[in-house]
């Protein structure tokens, strides 16, 4: 009885292995929780930022499932709200938080955006996804003060949670009007490479792509 027990560990330490690597190589799901930005807001469907780093892990064959939850006009209190619900349907691997522009933009008190941003973070990490946090700038005419103190919020909040950052989402087109739509607020479609850009090299590693 013993020798059959014995003979029986090779085959079952190799199912082991197998399923510790099909464990490792599954699919990862990715939630995008955003705004307009993240949203396709004033784009074609499929034009958007989202959707092109879909396209991009397609042609790498990399399987990862996108949930984007992105929500026009959306704010940190709006996604704080809603994304225990997303995290119990979806079980992410990462949660990719894009918010906190309209807040600034409405001039809210960046005290509640940063307990909100950190709300979310930190039940993103409880329940056992990665988070990566996308930063951005409010536009000079709320003041320098404002301004900084809002840009270095994000960086704070990622430092804590020792999650990568992507600083500022506009980096490279913020100073090009013309990529843009008529608000001045929302890029156009020829500005979405640009972004996916700027989020891909802290995203990718998280996602098993290049």
Known sequence: MRRRTLSL???AILL???GMTNAYSAPKTLLV???SLSAEYGLARGTGWVALMEQRLKAQKNETRIVNASISGETTSGGRARLPALLAKH?????LIEL???DGLRGLQLAATEANLR???EASKKAGAQVVLVGMRMPPNYG???GDKFYAMFGK???EWQAPLVPFMFEGIADQPQLFQADRMHPTAQAHPAILKNIWPRLAPLLGAK
Do not use: H, I, S, T
């Not at 079980?91 to 949660?95: F, H, I, M, R, T």
């Open 9 to 11: 560990l090779p085959a």
């Open 16 to 18: 082991l292995a197998a």
């Open 33 to 35: 929780l955003g705004d």
């Open 91 to 95: 079980q992410p691997d990462v949660v």
């Open 100 to 102: 906190g522009a309209n």
């Open 119 to 121: 709300a979310m973070g």
């Open 144 to 146: 320098r003060d404002y």
């Open 157 to 159: 909040l990622a430092k």
